[in-house]
């Protein structure tokens, strides 16, 4: 009678805890996030948006509204290609990582071992003033792992301080053949800060993305080609697009004067990039993107292939920068953000949700304790955090 009683109590205990895993969206809430991103296009605050979440191994919400392009009219549709930037980052990490399973190198060596142009690496001593206000040497070697942190004090040259002009010029302002070109630029522009000392976002993962072609033989474009979007399937993934795909490309949008959106006068050129860059530069789809993310949510493995190991997924999403990453309730890890204190973050959500954006407005999530990933595409410039916290916000309403 006891065993009896104590296999049906752990019957139960095994169908609660089986319910939570399986919690799922409501169509009538999702149905609700439609109407918000509907409107927003509507009111002309957007041009047209793909989103796309999976949950619990299923494609679970897909969403193509509004227009690929404002000005002609074009309807957006589930294969837009899209420039993602900085969601360039995390595959390039992702990548980095298959070569430390590898043994070329331990997360805590000099980067300066690998690239001996950085050895005698100089930080400004102001960065309001750049490198005319002095420099001086690094007082620790960089490494690795600072690089994927970003807390290997380098700029991205987004800021307004001298130090950032200097890298913007430096990197994407000069012409570059290719991204051996690009960081040896960077090995001679001043650092940030110190080695460890801050979280400065970062064009650290073209320093990445050179390693790779250290160590691996191949140019950055070739391992992920034949490493990650092949074995993954995603098609539409690449530093260049054939002619069809071009034809599939959003355009990028802007405001005018006016506040007023439009085709942005500058548009993303789609073939004979050389740079294979690890900061930004690829293209890809929603659907594509996905694939990516549920192989990271899944520990690294996909449809019975395994790119990572489980626990070199649990390194990446865990926060890697201490309390030098400043954004209320998280951290970063290697790669992506992290949530770590949910209560801090004051927004919906889940402790251990991995996260990063592209600076046209692109976003992903992935969620484990939800079995949960979740894509949002558009092409709007300049970057705003906006349209990804409502993102993130009417996602996790839906869940019931």
């Given at each position: 009678?006891?065993?009896?009683t104590f296999s ?13 895993a399986?919690?799922?969206?409501s169509t009538?809430?999702?149905d609700?996030y ?6 927003e ?7 047209g ?5 999976y949950?619990?191994g299923e494609?679970v ?15 957006t ?8 930037q ?7 990490t992702?990548?980095?990582m ?9 997360l ?27 420099l001086e ?5 960089i490494?690795?792992a600072?690089?994927m ?7 991205h040259?987004?800021g ?10 430096g ?11 690009r960081?040896?630029a ?8 110190q ?13 990445l993305?050179?390693l ?24 539409d993934?690449g ?5 069809e ?7 990028l949008?802007s ?19 050389t740079v294979?860059?690890g900061?930004?530069a ?14 990271m949510?899944n ?6 292939r395994?790119?990572?190991s489980?626990?070199?997924v649990?390194?990446?999403?865990m926060?890697q ?14 790669g992506f953000?992290?949530?770590?204190d949910?209560a801090?973050?004051?927004s919906?959500?889940?402790e251990?949700?991995f ?10 999530f992935i ?6 990933v ?6 709007v ?5 906006y349209?990804?916290n ?8 839906a869940?019931?």
């Open positions: 009678m006891i065993q009896k049906t109590i752990l019957l139960c205990l095994v169908l609660v805890c089986s319910g939570l399986q919690s799922s969206l009538e809430r999702l609700r439609d109407a918000y991103f509907q409107k296009i509507d009111e002309g605050r957007l041009p948006v793909v989103t796309l979440v949950k619990n494609k919400h897909e969403s193509t509204l509004g227009y690929s392009d404002l000005t002609a009219k074009t309807p549709r589930s294969d837009q290609i899209f420039y993602i900085s969601m360039t980052k995390p595959i390039i992702a990548a980095f298959m070569l430390y399973e590898e043994g070329h190198f331990f805590n060596d000099p980067l300066h071992k690998y690239l001996p142009e950085f050895k005698d690496a100089m930080v400004a001593k102001d960065v309001k003033l750049g490198s005319e206000g002095g040497p690094v007082k620790s070697p490494t690795i600072q690089l942190s970003h807390t290997a004090g380098f700029s040259g987004l307004s301080s001298k130090v950032d002009e200097e890298v913007i010029r990197l994407y302002q000069t012409q570059h053949k290719d991204i051996a070109s960081v040896a960077y090995a001679k522009l001043p650092l940030y800060a080695p460890g000392t801050q979280w400065y976002y970062s064009a650290s993962p073209d320093i993305a050179r790779i072609e250290v160590f691996s033989g191949q140019t950055t474009a070739e391992f992920l080609q034949q490493r990650l979007f092949n074995p993954l399937g995603m098609k993934t530093y260049n697009l054939s002619e795909q071009a034809k599939r490309m959003t355009v949008h405001y005018d004067d006016d506040g007023k959106l439009t085709k942005a006068p500058r548009q993303t050129t789609t073939s004979g990039n294979f860059a900061a930004n690829l293209f890809s789809t929603a659907q594509d993107y996905s694939l990516f993310a549920r192989m949510l520990g690294g493995e996909l449809n019975g395994r790119y990572l489980s626990k070199t649990e390194l990446m999403a926060n920068s201490k309390d030098l990453f400043q954004d209320p309730g998280k951290g970063f890890g290697f953000a992290v949530v770590d949910l801090d973050t004051k919906l959500g889940s251990g949700t996260y990063w954006s592209g600076a046209y407005c692109t976003y992903f969620d484990p304790k939800e079995d949960m979740a894509i949002f595409m558009t092409q410039a300049p970057f705003s955090s349209y990804e409502k993102f993130r916000q009417m996602v996790y309403q869940i019931e």
